[in-house]
């Protein structure tokens, strides 16, 4: 199998659901006639099938056909290709951002899927290789601790031993606990300002502090995904809105 022959059946497996001629020559930057005359040589080598109807379509024999986990989540994403069409080219070039990714800030109004979307961007990481197939991928609300901005930040970056009465010893936070993968913050815009400026630390550096001690930097290698039903310009700092594309 040349290598052109290689693309064609890699571009069907990529997108089953675009599968005529036309549609597969476009995908591939390739003319229809050249596009039809590999997927026929194909064909005669039972690599692809070909359908009797018109337009002709094109699929994988089921033997070989992707498994529901190893293609791409956001093909099935409802909107995907319509009015979510901009919004998930976004979220997947936030993924494959060099050289770790950024971080997305998902807006809009309560059920209207903000924490599935954000469950379809680390599937997308996992299916794309830029995080492990285990990575961990950790969710807070912040609005149950909205009134507690020390115990949301002890639960975020963790604490040491004395750091606050009651902190009998030593805890890893939130950040400690999704290290190469995702961290989901719904409703972020509960999050206290002074908070926001230490996961803006954290996010420019990779580097944060355990509450009760400043000197002991820890690295982690996080993710960050937040959700909020307001508006990202009123309730959250410059500072940590110019590290993340709005989704």
């Known amino acids: 199998m040349n290598d052109t022959q290689k693309s064609v059946l890699n571009s069907l497996q990529q997108q089953p659901t675009h599968n005529t001629t036309t549609e597969l020559a476009a995908a591939l930057g390739l003319s229809r006639s050249v596009t039809s005359h590999y997927l026929n040589q194909l064909a005669a080598v039972h690599k692809v099938h070909k359908s009797g109807g018109r337009p002709v379509r094109w699929s994988l024999p089921e033997a070989t056909a992707p498994q529901p986990d190893q293609a791409d989540p956001f093909a099935y994403f409802i909107g995907a290709k319509g009015s979510l069409?901009?919004?998930?080219?976004?979220?997947?070039?936030?993924?494959?951002?060099p050289p770790n990714g950024l971080g997305v800030i998902i807006t809009g109004n309560s059920g209207v899927g903000k924490s599935y979307l954000a469950q379809t961007i680390v599937d997308y990481a996992r299916y794309k290789g830029t995080i492990a197939a285990d990575a961990p991928y950790v969710v807070l609300n912040c609005a149950d601790y909205a009134n507690n901005p020390e115990l949301l930040s002890?639960?975020?970056?963790?604490y040491v031993r004395g750091a606050y009465t009651g902190a009998e010893k030593d805890k890893e936070g939130l950040l400690h606990q999704a290290d190469g993968g995702y961290l989901f913050l719904d409703e972020i815009h509960r999050l206290s300002s002074e908070n926001q400026e230490k996961l803006f630390s954290f996010i420019d550096s990779g580097f944060y502090y355990r509450m009760g001690d400043n000197q002991t930097a820890i690295h982690s290698d996080v993710h960050l995904l937040c959700a909020t039903t307001e508006d990202p310009q009123k309730v959250l700092l410059t500072t940590f809105r110019r590290r993340s594309p709005f989704a």
């Open 85 to 97: 069409h901009k919004a998930i080219k976004q979220c997947a070039a936030a993924v494959m951002y």
């Open 154 to 158: 002890s639960l975020l970056f963790g």
